[in-house]
């Protein structure tokens, strides 16, 4: 009976301390809470980046509801932009698109301008300097000054006040050396800046 017990007793405490090595193991192969927080953390720092740049729209009154960056292959592209800027804006299902190049002088700009229009679209539609012409079925704005060619497209209005308040609280002052504005369906119109000015484009 004493052998018995015994044996038992060794089973007993054999089965405990099995038990308590299979908790201990769990407990080590749990997750930490360390890789979440680091994942939200960048999540956050992404999203407030956003806000930011979708209240910078707002407060000049373009209506936006969200924004995403994309890597868009455009004509201009292909003259060795320093940088480039390419935003798409979304608001109750339309979109509006605002890119932009800077350029490491005006030659490189004007270039990238000029080659542009010649060859402008999907169709390759050839538009002279101050020419009255449709450049596209949407609305449009262009830019371009000494280094930078900025390109906004929406197929909704674009209110030439408000887009010039954000341009200006980017940095840009009223002295394009071309601007050119177009609505939905309609021809373009060019203008230039005299003494930051704008005033009608002659050729």
């Known amino acids: 009976m004493k052998i018995i017990a ?19 193991d769990l407990i080590d192969i749990m997750p930490t809470s360390d890789y979440v ?10 999203e407030s980046s956003f806000l930011s740049e979708i209240m910078a729209f707002r407060q000049e009154g373009i209506e936006v ?16 932009a320093k940088s480039t800027e390419k935003t798409v804006l979304f608001h109750e299902g339309s979109e509006t698109h605002f890119f932009r190049w800077i350029y490491a002088d005006s030659n ?32 449009m704005q262009l830019y371009v000054n000494d280094t930078s ?15 010039r308040r954000y341009l200006s609280k ?7 050396n071309y601007f050119v504005r177009q609505s939905r369906g309609g021809k373009a119109k060019w203008f230039t800046f005299v003494e930051k000015t704008q005033t009608p484009f002659e050729r």
């Not at 680091?38 to 999540?43: F, G």
């Not at 509801?65 to 060795?80: A, N, Q, V, Y």
């Open 65 to 80: 509801d969200s924004l995403e960056k994309i890597e868009k292959r455009c004509f201009p592209d292909r003259f060795g």
């Open 37 to 46: 927080e680091d994942v939200n953390s960048d999540s956050v720092v992404s």
């Open 6 to 24: 015994c044996i038992s007793l060794i089973i007993f405490f054999g089965a405990c301390s099995s038990k308590k090595e299979e908790v201990v």
């Open 170 to 176: 980017m940095g840009y002052e009223d002295d394009w």
């Open 108 to 139: 490189k700009v004007m270039n990238a301008f000029y080659n542009w229009i010649d060859c402008f679209g999907d169709d390759c539609t050839s538009i002279f300097i101050g020419e009255e012409k449709r450049f596209q079925k949407n609305a």
């Open 149 to 163: 060619l900025i390109f906004i497209d929406s197929e909704d209005r674009l209110s030439v006040g408000d887009w």
